[in-house]
């Protein structure tokens, strides 16, 4: 069996939530509103019962019909003869009882009050200084009509609640179609775009984090793509060259030709081990406290750069992904700068700690300095430069998942310079 729709659930709810509160309310008002009322409405019929009854006792048979006149005229109120006894039935309204309980009380002896199907009116039977009297009244006389006030309130809440669940529904459930045609259409490969103007600012927020999902995924997609035509290209040569030294040895073994084809698979392992880093994405490690000008010297000095000295700096990163992003960096420097070595240095301000790699090579222009961390971007596609041309989407990958920022520019004199910059670790 299918889950039933929002709709029909809003509904439901609203329904039934209305109905309790109806309930509630219901109970509450008549306790402290409906039932004080009613009492004090029944004593006061009830008295006023009574003093018809003894008005009419003490004056004399020619007077007592002006007054019964008046009564009829002025409260509803008729008195009929005691006898025969109409088929009567019992009244079940809270009213009718209140007000025979007080004319009880105020008369001393039985009295009852019961309901005349024949002529559909109210008689009250009271008995007072030996005299048996029967008071007549009509239902409008009461006023009241109790379960037709109950329907009346049960249908317009259970209206209401119809009317409010559709429109709250509505205003729900298109977003949330629109969200679900979206979805299909990036399953499709598509880059659809919610609306963030629904008026709620939760709905708003997940078309805007849907949004953004879209463009990372069809971005993620679109690097896929690139990495499999890399992969497909940048293998192509090595693998060539490979070829071609294995037919030359088979013709004249060569020890040179057999340390080419040892460097023709340390190149192809190194680009296999760039894509797969850069394919699988940066795994996310727990951050260390470091100690940054020691490391830094050490680091320098593995890959032939010159380490500027800095003062003592202690943050908190993850020294594999941060070492990672420098020697990538330091690789980038020496390649294009070969004759003179790169400079790294460090520098500590109130926007983090910044990590510095420097070198004196041709520079890149303006207009290539964001994209160059864009998967095999060249410069110049001309001249086939050295290296995969991952490493700077690496860095930017690395530095994304870390949140890390990393920024180049070009140096006074010539020259590149990229910046690091990381989170200063806390006092």
């Known amino acids: 069996m299918s889950a039933p729709s929002l709709r029909h659930t809003v509904a439901r709810t609203f329904v039934a939530w209305i109905a309790v509160f109806q309930i509630v309310v219901f109970c509450l008002s008549a306790f402290w509103v409906a039932w004080p009322l009613l009492r004090a409405a029944s004593n006061d019929f009830a008295a006023l019962i009574v003093l018809s009854a003894q008005t009419w006792v003490e004056l004399p048979p020619d007077r007592r019909g002006a007054l019964e006149e008046a009564l009829a005229a002025q409260h509803g109120l008729q008195r009929v003869e005691a006898h025969p006894a109409p088929a009567r039935n019992m009244s079940y309204l809270p009213f009718v009882h209140l007000l025979q309980d007080r004319l009880v009380t105020l008369t001393r002896h039985p009295a009852r009050v019961t309901w005349d199907?024949?002529?559909?009116?109210?008689?009250?039977?009271?008995?007072?200084?030996?005299?048996?009297?029967?008071?007549?009244?009509?239902?409008?006389?009461?006023?009241?009509?109790?379960?037709?006030?109950?329907?009346?309130?049960?249908?317009?809440?259970?209206?209401?609640?119809?009317?409010?669940?559709?429109?709250?529904?509505?205003?729900?459930?298109?977003?949330?179609?629109?969200?679900?045609?979206?979805?299909?259409?990036?399953?499709?490969?598509?880059?659809?775009?919610?609306?963030?103007?629904?008026?709620?600012r939760e709905l708003d927020g997940l078309s805007r984090e849907f949004n953004d999902m879209a463009r990372q995924v069809q971005a993620q997609a679109q690097t896929r793509t690139t990495l499999l035509a890399g992969v497909s290209h940048d293998l192509r040569s090595p693998i060539t060259r490979l070829r071609m030294a294995l037919e030359l040895a088979r013709a004249h073994p060569d020890p040179a030709l057999f340390d080419d084809m040892e460097r023709y698979l340390e190149q192809m392992d190194g680009l296999i081990g760039d894509f797969i880093d850069y394919g699988r994405g940066i795994s996310l490690r727990p951050p260390q406290p470091l100690a940054l000008a020691p490391w830094l010297a050490r680091l320098?000095?593995?890959?032939?750069?010159?380490?500027?000295?800095?003062?003592?700096?202690?943050?908190?990163?993850?020294?594999?992904?941060?070492?990672?992003?420098?020697?990538?960096?330091?690789?980038?420097?020496?390649?294009?700068?070969?004759?003179?070595?790169?400079?790294?240095?460090?520098?500590?301000?109130?926007?983090?700690?910044?990590?510095?790699?420097?070198?004196?090579?041709?520079?890149?222009?303006?207009?290539?300095?964001?994209?160059?961390?864009?998967?095999?971007?060249?410069?110049?596609?001309?001249?086939?430069?050295?290296?995969?041309?991952?490493?700077l989407a690496v860095v930017r990958e690395i530095c994304r998942v870390h949140g890390w920022r990393v920024q180049l520019g070009n140096r006074p004199g010539g020259g590149l310079q990229a910046r690091l910059t990381l989170p200063a670790s806390p006092a």
């Open 300 to 391: 320098a000095g593995e890959h032939g750069a010159v380490f500027v000295p800095c003062g003592d700096i202690v943050l908190s990163a993850e020294p594999a992904a941060l070492e990672r992003v420098l020697a990538n960096l330091l690789e980038n420097a020496r390649r294009h700068a070969p004759a003179s070595p790169p400079q790294l240095a460090c520098s500590r301000d109130a926007d983090g700690v910044h990590i510095e790699v420097r070198d004196r090579g041709p520079g890149i222009p303006p207009d290539h300095l964001d994209r160059v961390f864009d998967p095999f971007h060249r410069v110049d596609p001309a001249r086939q430069a050295p290296g995969t041309g991952l490493g």
């Open 117 to 200: 199907p024949a002529r559909q009116r109210y008689l009250a039977d009271i008995q007072l200084n030996g005299t048996r009297l029967r008071f007549a009244f009509s239902r409008e006389r009461i006023g009241t009509n109790p379960p037709l006030a109950i329907l009346a309130i049960l249908l317009a809440s259970l209206t209401l609640a119809l009317l409010v669940a559709h429109r709250v529904s509505r205003r729900l459930t298109r977003p949330l179609t629109r969200l679900e045609h979206a979805v299909q259409a990036l399953g499709r490969g598509e880059t659809p775009a919610l609306p963030v103007a629904n008026g709620v």
